[in-house]
């Protein structure tokens, strides 16, 4: 099965020749020898403790096991690892790592080796949050360690609490938070060690590790031998521990994660309180007991922050509340010796569960309240303490051997009993494998009436003096005759048994004896109500916290507090309910021999721990059974697309004949068995073959996906379009006529109107009628235009725009510019005009043909004056592109004529004259008054009118005219002023110059001819 080479041994004990226990230990102790501390049955790791450091856990290793299977590559806890995490990310199924074997064989070792491996294949993304939460998971290992572990005789860094930490997961597989739960610490170790043996690694961390300044706050001397509660092992200096570097370590932990200056402060007080405390001695005097040595009990005080006087009295006395009344009760020296030591148990394992609430709080998923989210999944890691029998056995040991029990259980039920169970269910061909089943001995501790815990809860119930060894005799009537019970009463002979002190229970692991002094207070875990008050009313607001019950009333009765063992009971089967519900792996430790050597490899103490933990059986169960189970709708749903015949549907019977086709097609029958409900998979290769048969499809299928998916979005978006549009052109529409509509309304009458319309107010156009609307104005313009104009004959239409073109430049600026009269335009050609008419038209057809204009369309005789303030009379022509001087005899053109481009703008006097200034670029305007034989009109009008028309046609665009009697013009490049002057006295125009140097002009005083000359209306009144 096993791909990979360079083995020793055999790396899977299902691939052994012959199974025996001689063949099974050979293969292990010939790995260990090797170096191979990590075997497999199945996907079961077998860990060797190898008590050396083995250089396997580095990146090179973690990249050699990332995302491979199990059977890939030598065995190893990192295939573990990635085992768990994989089914979780595939399935979407919540893993648990279940860490088992005796202590001292490794379990905490694997399970931060663990850790680590999933810390190092996930977040490849790098992001800040997963990263901290890796740490503080990480981290939070030195701090449990440090106040849950201890130096045990078995091992020197003993978990002395259980640990089960769920580590929650998102959909891409990154760590979001975890959530750690701890199981009964052992807390009689705080004020009593076994020879040997050290109390907590806190207390050495503290007075070892802590530097001076801190130790004398503490009032501590740097010497364990000094305090009564950590030197009764008689070992304070372990040579594999150094508990300067942990404090360290654990000082650095608090930071990561987070925990205040203040609360890191409490921590180390409350520790430094318990030494203190085991100092305080008591004395006797008459019938009242004493503390001995008031200064200890102060620095108790001092440190936890408390009245020394409270506490001086909840140390010696006793407050009964009975009938309403307070009785202050002396203790007895053994009371009070018995209330200090369940004072300080009780403080320091207050402390433990509140530095782990802590930790929960740190790592807590966002938006969980300590539970699972909705859309995590969880690897649970399990590392509780091993099974351990010691000289002295207590209730501790008890409680703890009974764990293993249930853990053992738990496997017999998931390994052995439901795998083989399954397999008859299913109509397989089955050969039953026996194994012990510890059932029995679960029973024996945990049934109600007659198991050792309600034994136990029952004696405590009793109101009077019940003592241990009344327990022992009630346990000894009860549990006659059980088989893995029994004690010196119920067999005599068996003289390893104390008389009323001991009793054996025959476990998986063992035979442990356990001495029963202590069990009835241990489960009873009486704490005097007087101390929870006391340390409620510590001004540190962190020890309030530990303690809130110290707030109730003291007259109140309060309802019987659960024992120790059935807390304890209960904690245990709910654990198993947790990890029953989750996809089990395990890993199953092995500890070599006691004597923590690196080489050697204890055969007889090995076997044990091969027996007791079911390994052989674990091999029979697995060689003969299946790697691999699913119901045939879930295995169908996940590989159909490997087979033409099953994918995207299968139409040719049950989901089991689809599954039967599937495989047949793989060449994969023989590997596997057809269940009632469900296919069975001998090996994992097969597995395998299919998760990459189906891997090399999944990009195919996934581009398929989106391609529909696309496609759907792109038709919806589509569809939204059209319909969009469609709205539009509606509403477009209804906006249309809706204008129309109005303006229809609007213009109902405009023929009859005066105006024709020019003061009606168009609504506002929708914006798509913008254009048309500008449309429909000019058209209305036109019409306008054309209602006005239709009274006047086509053959005056050039004349009016003349006229038009005054009008822009003249209206409300001049009196009158002959609006009302003909313009004759070319007057030089009338004969009314002068009396060389003939010369006139020979002379000007002459200039036609020289000079190439059209026609004449204003002529005039002129007086100008030059530079030289001459004046002279002439003739000026006005031609479609030019402006002619003419001799007034010859009518000869004189000084080249003027383009009408090379005209700047004109400039008229506001009254009822015929001045003109032709202003010109060059510096020398032509400066003329218009001469007529018609002295109603001097004209200007029509010059104007004529010359801006023909400049606007000639020159596309619009010329300057000023209207002003303060006449600027230029002369010789020269400003000069005009001013006019209508004079009564005066019958023909002239030009004089002042003594100022500007000009005069002087005209006749005329009035304008008739009214109305100001618009349209009058040009047509005037036909
Ligand atoms: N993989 C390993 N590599 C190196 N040393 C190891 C390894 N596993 C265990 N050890 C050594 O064995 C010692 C005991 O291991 P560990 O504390 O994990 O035992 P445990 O099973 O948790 O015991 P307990 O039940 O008492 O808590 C460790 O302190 C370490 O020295
Ligand atoms: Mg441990």
């Given at each position: 099965?096993?791909?990979?080479?360079?083995e020793?041994?055999?790396?899977?004990?299902?691939?052994?020749?012959?199974?025996?226990?001689?063949?099974?230990?050979?293969?292990?102790?010939?790995?260990?020898?090797?170096?191979k501390?990590y075997?497999?049955?199945?996907?079961?790791?077998?860990?060797?403790?190898?008590?050396?450091?083995?250089?396997?856990?580095g990146?090179?290793?973690?990249?050699q096991?990332?995302?491979?299977?199990?059977?890939?590559?030598?065995?190893?806890?990192f295939?573990?690892?990635?085992a768990?995490?994989?089914?979780?990310?595939r399935?979407?199924?919540?893993?648990?790592?279940?860490?088992?074997?005796?202590?001292?064989?490794g379990?905490?070792?694997?399970s931060?080796?663990?850790m680590?491996?999933?810390?190092?294949?996930?977040?490849?993304?790098?992001q800040q949050?997963?990263?901290?939460?890796?740490?503080?998971?990480l981290?939070?290992n030195?701090?449990?360690?440090?106040?849950?572990?201890?130096?045990t005789?078995?091992n020197d860094?003993?978990?002395?609490f259980g640990k089960?930490?769920?580590?929650?997961?998102?959909f891409?597989?990154?760590?979001?938070?975890?959530?750690?739960?701890?199981?009964?610490?052992?807390?009689?170790r705080?004020?009593?060690?076994?020879?040997?043996?050290r109390?907590?690694?806190?207390?050495?961390?503290?007075l070892?590790?802590?530097?001076d300044?801190?130790?004398?706050?503490f009032q501590?001397?740097?010497?364990?031998n000094?305090?009564?509660?950590?030197?009764?092992?008689?070992?304070?200096?372990?040579?594999?521990i150094?508990?300067?570097?942990?404090?360290?370590?654990?000082?650095?932990?608090?930071?990561?994660m987070?925990?205040?200056?203040?609360?890191?402060?409490?921590?180390?007080r409350?520790v430094?309180?318990?030494?203190?405390?085991?100092?305080?001695?008591?004395?006797?005097?008459?019938?009242?007991?004493?503390?001995?040595?008031t200064?200890?009990?102060?620095?108790?005080?001092?440190?936890?922050?408390?009245?020394?006087?409270a506490?001086?009295?909840?140390?010696?006395?006793?407050v009964i509340?009975?009938?309403?009344?307070?009785?202050?009760?002396g203790?007895?020296?053994?009371?009070?010796?018995y209330g200090?030591?369940?004072f300080?148990?009780?403080?320091?394992?207050?402390?433990?569960?509140?530095?782990?609430?802590?930790?929960?709080?740190a790592?807590?998923?966002?938006?969980?309240?300590?539970?699972?989210?909705i859309?995590?999944?969880?690897?649970?890691?399990?590392?509780?303490y091993?099974?351990?029998i010691?000289?002295?056995?207590?209730?501790?040991?008890?409680?703890?051997?009974?764990c293993?029990?249930?853990?053992?259980?738990?496997?017999?039920?998931?390994?052995l009993?439901?795998?083989?169970e399954?397999?008859?269910?299913?109509?397989?061909?089955?050969?039953?494998?026996?194994?012990?089943?510890?059932?029995?001995?679960?029973?024996?501790?945990?049934?109600?009436?007659r198991?050792?815990?309600?034994?136990l809860d029952?004696?405590?119930?009793n109101?009077?003096?019940v003592t241990?060894?009344?327990?022992?005799d009630?346990?000894?009537?009860?549990?006659?005759g059980?088989?893995?019970?029994?004690?010196?009463?119920?067999?005599?002979?068996d003289?390893?048994?104390k008389?009323g002190?001991e009793?054996?229970?025959?476990?998986y692991?063992?035979?442990?004896?356990?001495?029963?002094?202590?069990?009835?207070?241990?489960?009873?875990?009486?704490?005097?109500?007087?101390?929870?008050?006391v340390?409620?009313?510590?001004?540190?607001?962190y020890?309030?916290?530990?303690?809130?019950?110290g707030?109730q009333?003291?007259?109140?009765?309060?309802?019987?507090p659960?024992?120790?063992?059935?807390?304890?009971?209960n904690?245990?089967?709910l654990?198993v309910?947790?990890?029953t519900?989750?996809?089990?792996?395990?890993?199953?430790?092995?500890?070599?021999?006691?004597?923590?050597?690196?080489?050697?490899?204890d055969v007889?103490?090995?076997?044990h721990?091969v027996?007791?933990?079911?390994?052989?059986?674990?091999?029979?169960?697995?060689?003969?059974?299946?790697?691999?189970?699913?119901?045939?709708?879930?295995?169908?749903?996940?590989?159909?697309?490997?087979?033409?015949?099953?994918?995207?549907?299968f139409?040719?019977?049950?989901?089991?004949?689809?599954?039967?086709?599937l495989?047949?097609?793989?060449?994969?029958?023989?590997?596997?068995?057809?269940?009632?409900?469900?296919?069975?998979v001998?090996?994992?290769?097969?597995?395998?073959?299919?998760?990459?048969?189906?891997?090399?499809?999944?990009?195919g299928?996934?581009?398929?996906?989106q391609?529909l998916?696309?496609?759907?979005?792109?038709?919806?978006?589509?569809k939204?379009?059209?319909?969009?549009?469609?709205?539009?052109?509606?509403y477009?529409?209804?906006?249309?006529?809706?204008?129309?509509?109005?303006?229809?309304t609007?213009f109902?009458?405009?023929?009859?109107?005066?105006?024709?319309?020019k003061?009606?107010?168009?609504?506002?156009?929708?914006?798509?009628?913008?254009?048309?609307?500008a449309?429909?104005k000019?058209?209305h313009?036109?019409?306008?235009?054309?209602?006005?104009?239709?009274?006047?004959?086509?053959?005056?239409?050039?004349q009016?725009?003349?006229?038009?073109?005054?009008?822009?430049?003249?209206?409300?600026?001049?009196?009158?510019?002959?609006l009302?009269?003909?313009?004759?335009g070319?007057?030089?050609?009338?004969?009314?005009?002068?009396?060389?008419?003939?010369?006139?038209?020979?002379?000007i057809?002459?200039?036609?043909?020289?000079e190439?204009?059209?026609?004449?369309?204003?002529?005039?005789?002129?007086r100008?004056?030059?530079?030289?303030?001459?004046?002279?009379?002439?003739?000026?022509?006005?031609?479609e592109?030019?402006?002619?001087?003419?001799?007034?005899?010859s009518?000869?053109?004189?000084?080249?004529k003027?383009?009408?481009?090379?005209?700047?703008a004109?400039?008229?006097?506001?009254?009822?004259?015929?001045?003109?200034?032709?202003?010109?670029?060059?510096g020398?305007?032509?400066v003329?008054?218009?001469?007529?034989s018609?002295?109603?009109?001097?004209?200007?009008?029509?010059?104007?009118?004529?010359?801006?028309?023909?400049?606007?046609?000639?020159?596309?665009?619009?010329l300057?005219?000023?209207?002003?009697?303060?006449?600027?013009?230029?002369?010789?490049?020269?400003?000069?002023?005009?001013?006019?002057?209508?004079?009564?006295?005066?019958?023909?125009?002239?030009?004089?110059?002042?003594?100022?140097g500007?000009?005069?002009?002087?005209?006749p005083?005329?009035?304008?001819?008739?009214?109305?000359?100001?618009?349209?209306?009058?040009?047509?009144?005037?036909?």
């Amino acid at each position: 099965m096993a791909s990979y080479v360079d083995e020793v041994g055999i790396g899977d004990f299902v691939l052994l020749d012959e199974i025996t226990t001689e063949s099974f230990l050979v293969n292990l102790q010939k790995r260990f020898s090797g170096g191979k501390i990590y075997s497999y049955i199945g996907e079961v790791c077998i860990s060797v403790n190898p008590y050396r450091t083995v250089n396997i856990y580095g990146q090179e290793y973690v990249n050699q096991y990332k995302g491979r299977e199990i059977f890939e590559r030598p065995p190893h806890l990192f295939a573990i690892g990635d085992a768990a995490y994989k089914t979780m990310k595939r399935r979407g199924k919540d893993t648990c790592i279940v860490i088992s074997g005796e202590s001292g064989s490794g379990k905490t070792e694997a399970s931060k080796i663990l850790m680590r491996y999933l810390a190092a294949v996930t977040n490849i993304s790098g992001q800040q949050e997963i990263e901290r939460v890796k740490n503080v998971l990480l981290q939070s290992n030195a701090i449990l360690e440090a106040f849950g572990n201890a130096k045990t005789n078995r091992n020197d860094n003993s978990s002395r609490f259980g640990k089960y930490m769920d580590i929650h997961f998102d959909f891409k597989g990154d760590p979001l938070g975890g959530q750690i739960s701890n199981y009964l610490l052992e807390k009689s170790r705080v004020i009593m060690q076994q020879s040997g043996e050290r109390n907590f690694h806190s207390f050495y961390q503290l007075l070892l590790g802590c530097p001076d300044p801190e130790l004398s706050k503490f009032q501590l001397t740097r010497d364990p031998n000094h305090y009564h509660y950590v030197r009764q092992g008689g070992v304070s200096k372990v040579d594999s521990i150094s508990d300067r570097a942990d404090y360290k370590s654990v000082q650095s932990a608090f930071k990561t994660m987070g925990f205040p200056q203040d609360a890191i402060d409490t921590i180390w007080r409350v520790v430094a309180a318990v030494l203190h405390l085991g100092n305080v001695d008591f004395k006797t005097d008459g019938d009242r007991t004493q503390i001995k040595d008031t200064t200890t009990l102060t620095k108790v005080a001092t440190l936890l922050n408390i009245e020394k006087e409270a506490l001086n009295k909840a140390l010696s006395h006793r407050v009964i509340a009975a009938g309403g009344e307070v009785l202050h009760k002396g203790h007895t020296s053994s009371e009070a010796i018995y209330g200090r030591d369940a004072f300080a148990k009780a403080i320091y394992d207050r402390l433990f569960t509140w530095i782990v609430d802590q930790v929960n709080k740190a790592i807590q998923v966002s938006g969980s309240e300590g539970g699972k989210t909705i859309n995590s999944t969880v690897i649970g890691v399990l590392d509780i303490y091993g099974f351990e029998i010691f000289d002295r056995n207590s209730f501790e040991q008890f409680c703890i051997n009974y764990c293993n029990e249930k853990l053992q259980q738990l496997f017999i039920e998931l390994v052995l009993k439901q795998e083989q169970e399954e397999y008859q269910r299913e109509g397989i061909k089955w050969q039953n494998i026996d194994y012990f089943n510890n059932q029995v001995i679960c029973n024996l501790v945990e049934e109600s009436h007659r198991g050792i815990l309600s034994i136990l809860d029952e004696a405590c119930l009793n109101v009077g003096k019940v003592t241990d060894n009344m327990v022992l005799d009630s346990m000894d009537q009860k549990l006659r005759g059980h088989l893995h019970y029994s004690s010196r009463k119920l067999n005599p002979s068996d003289k390893e048994l104390k008389h009323g002190e001991e009793f054996r229970i025959k476990h998986y692991a063992g035979d442990v004896i356990y001495c029963i002094n202590g069990f009835l207070d241990k489960n009873k875990d009486t704490l005097f109500q007087d101390f929870k008050r006391v340390l409620y009313s510590s001004s540190n607001a962190y020890l309030k916290e530990m303690w809130p019950e110290g707030a109730q009333n003291i007259y109140k009765t309060t309802k019987r507090p659960l024992t120790a063992g059935t807390l304890f009971k209960n904690s245990m089967i709910l654990l198993v309910k947790n990890l029953t519900s989750k996809e089990p792996y395990y890993v199953r430790c092995i500890k070599p021999n006691d004597q923590k050597s690196p080489v050697l490899f204890d055969v007889e103490r090995v076997t044990h721990q091969v027996n007791y933990l079911g390994l052989l059986e674990n091999v029979r169960v697995r060689r003969a059974g299946f790697a691999y189970r699913q119901s045939y709708d879930r295995f169908l749903r996940r590989y159909k697309m490997i087979s033409q015949y099953t994918w995207p549907n299968f139409h040719g019977g049950s989901d089991k004949e689809a599954v039967q086709i599937l495989i047949k097609e793989q060449n994969l029958s023989q590997d596997v068995v057809y269940g009632k409900t469900k296919i069975f998979v001998s090996s994992p290769r097969t597995l395998f073959m299919l998760e990459q048969a189906r891997a090399k499809l999944i990009p195919g299928i996934v581009i398929f996906l989106q391609k529909l998916w696309r496609g759907y979005i792109c038709r919806q978006r589509y569809k939204r379009v059209v319909a969009v549009y469609r709205i539009m052109r509606y509403y477009r529409r209804y906006k249309m006529k809706a204008f129309v509509k109005e303006l229809v309304t609007a213009f109902r009458n405009v023929k009859q109107m005066p105006d024709y319309g020019k003061r009606l107010r168009w609504p506002a156009p929708p914006p798509v009628l913008k254009q048309t609307t500008a449309m429909l104005k000019a058209i209305h313009e036109r019409w306008r235009a054309w209602m006005i104009l239709r009274v006047i004959p086509q053959s005056d239409w050039p004349q009016l725009r003349l006229k038009v073109a005054a009008c822009d430049v003249l209206r409300g600026k001049r009196p009158d510019y002959g609006l009302w009269r003909k313009w004759e335009g070319d007057y030089l050609s009338l004969t009314s005009e002068h009396g060389a008419v003939q010369k006139y038209s020979t002379a000007i057809n002459n200039m036609k043909n020289k000079e190439k204009f059209r026609k004449v369309a204003f002529s005039c005789l002129v007086r100008k004056i030059n530079k030289h303030n001459k004046m002279a009379d002439r003739a000026i022509v006005v031609t479609e592109s030019a402006i002619y001087k003419l001799d007034q005899k010859s009518f000869k053109s004189m000084s080249g004529k003027i383009a009408l481009q090379d005209i700047s703008a004109l400039t008229v006097s506001s009254g009822y004259d015929g001045l003109i200034v032709i202003h010109l670029q060059g510096g020398n305007d032509l400066v003329v008054s218009l001469l007529s034989s018609d002295l109603e009109d001097p004209r200007v009008g029509e010059a104007v009118g004529v010359i801006c028309h023909n400049y606007r046609v000639n020159q596309r665009r619009d010329l300057r005219v000023v209207v002003s009697d303060n006449v600027q013009c230029m002369l010789g490049k020269k400003q000069r002023l005009i001013q006019v002057q209508a004079l009564p006295n005066v019958s023909i125009v002239s030009f004089t110059k002042n003594p100022s140097g500007d000009l005069s002009y002087s005209c006749p005083l005329r009035e304008p001819a008739g009214k109305g000359h100001n618009g349209i209306k009058s040009v047509k009144n005037g036909y």
